[in-house]
Every structure is written in C-alpha cells, then in structure tokens.
C-alpha cells in the first residue's frame, strides 16, 4: 500500500463531493437571472462529479505518478472554484446581488474550504505535510471556524418560529467561538504550548463538543428529511455540514492515536514516500 497514494485518494474523493455540493447551494442562492453564475456553478457542479467518479475509480494499487498528475488536475480545479467563489463574495458584498440567498459568511466559508483543499493536494504532492504539532493546533484552528459557521448557518435558515432548535443552534455557536478562540491562543504560544499534556486535553475537548455538534445535525438532518421542522435547508446541505462534523472527529482520532502512539505500523504521519 502506498501512503501517499491512499492519503491523496482520501482526500480528493471527500472534497470532491464537498465542492461539487457547493456549486449547487451557491446555485440555489443566486436569483433566477443570475444566468451566467449559475452556468458558471453547474459547470463547476460537473467538474467535480467527474473529479469525484475518477477517484473512485483508483485504489490504494494505482501508480503514484498517476495520481500525481490527478493532485495537479484536482489542484486546478480547486483554484478555480476559489476564484470563482471570491468573485461571488465580491458581487455580493458590493450588493450588486441584491435579493440573493447566499450569505456572505457561507460564501467565505466554501471558498476557505477550497483553499484548505487546494492546500492539502500541493502538500501531498510536495511531500510536505505539518509537523503532528503543528496540524494538531492548525487542523483544529481551522475546523472550530468550520463548525462554528455551521452552527451560524443553521440557526438562520431554521425558520424563526423553530424557537428551541433556533437556541441550540446559538448555543453551539457560541461554544465554537469559545473553542476557537482557545485554539487560536494556543497556536500563539506556539511552540511552548506545544507539549503532549496540552494537545491532548486540547483534542480530547474538542471531541465532547464536536460529538454534541455532531448528532445535532444528525438529528436536524433526519427531521428535514421526514419534514418535521419548519426550515429552508436543503436536506442535502444538513447532510454536507453532518458530514464535515464526521470527518472532523476521524481527524481528532487520528491525532489522538499520534499522540498516544497507537498508529498502525505501516502509517507515518509525515512520510509520503
């Protein structure tokens, strides 16, 4: 089994399907003459279905120089859906969309998860991932804000009559920000606050709050597929945003298991070769 090979697999095939999700909500946001956006947004929408297909059509076997062309290919394509959701943010900003449905944080947002994507592929093909100490603090920096937009994000588009789910909603939200804010001290004091007790009371923290996170939207997500709360969420975005709750966690176990040395033997954090 080649690492670097699964490591990129892994990757592509998760956001992959993350992007091409974003091309639809950014679509179902824009207004009904926003013709050349919404182009735009289904032609990203097949850019990454055929990404995300070919990915799965690779395994664990398939010749690293392959799938080092594939980073480069994928790499692109993240760019460019960067772009395209900056420029987004930009009219929008500017209000020159008046009466649109995308918020200006969800467009943000997207666009970091882009650049956290088109990030990684440059760093697996580079062979240069973050020190453990490192990612533990920057990972976390960066989910916290992902989490804590979700939370944002649900409370608004709950309708206003919601009253109790609207207040869970605020409440995560606000332990998010805490959380965050925490991580990002911690990442100042960098590298003194970079010892094992730390990190793993840091890890072991965040857990508890993104399990709670966690079967929140599961449950949101199972009351707007049967229709039992009043909202205008797509059933597809509850699902997405349980999702990057659920790839969350998998990243806090890995860095748990780093620190507690229970790595599998044949898995290094660093090595790519």
């Not at 956006?37 to 995300?52: D, K, M, P, T």
């Amino acid at each position: 089994m080649n690492e670097f090979v699964t490591r990129s697999l892994d990757e592509i095939r998760f956001w992959s399907r993350i992007m091409k999700e974003h091309s639809l909500f950014l679509k179902l946001g824009f207004r009904c003459d926003d013709t050349q956006l919404i182009q735009e947004a289904n032609g990203y929408y097949s850019v990454f279905e055929q990404i995300e297909t070919k990915a799965h059509q690779y395994n664990a076997n398939t010749d690293p120089q392959t799938i080092r062309a594939f980073n480069v290919e994928v790499y692109n394509a993240a760019v460019h859906i960067y772009v395209f959701k900056r420029k987004v943010l930009g009219l929008i900003i500017s209000c020159k969309l008046p009466g649109g449905n995308n918020f200006p944080l969800l467009v943000d947002h997207t666009s970091r998860e882009a650049n956290y994507f088109r990030n990684r592929l440059a760093e697996l093909n580079n062979g240069q991932l973050e020190p453990l100490h490192d990612a533990i603090i920057d990972e976390n920096v960066f989910f916290l804000k992902i989490m804590a937009d979700h939370a944002k994000f649900i409370g608004h588009l709950l309708d206003p009559s919601e009253r109790k789910l609207v207040e869970q909603a605020r409440d995560f939200s606000n332990d998010f920000d805490t959380l965050l804010w925490q991580a990002q001290d911690l990442s100042s004091m960098r590298p003194q606050s970079q010892t094992q007790p730390l990190l793993t009371q840091f890890l072991d923290q965040n857990r508890v709050s993104v399990v709670s996170l966690r079967d929140f939207k599961k449950t949101a997500r199972d009351l707007i597929e049967a229709c039992r709360i009043k909202s205008i969420i797509h059933p597809l975005l509850a699902d997405h945003v349980y999702r990057e709750a659920e790839r969350f966690l998998e990243i806090i176990d890995m860095f748990e298991n780093h620190l507690k040395g229970n790595r599998p033997p044949d898995f290094d954090y660093n090595s790519l070769h």
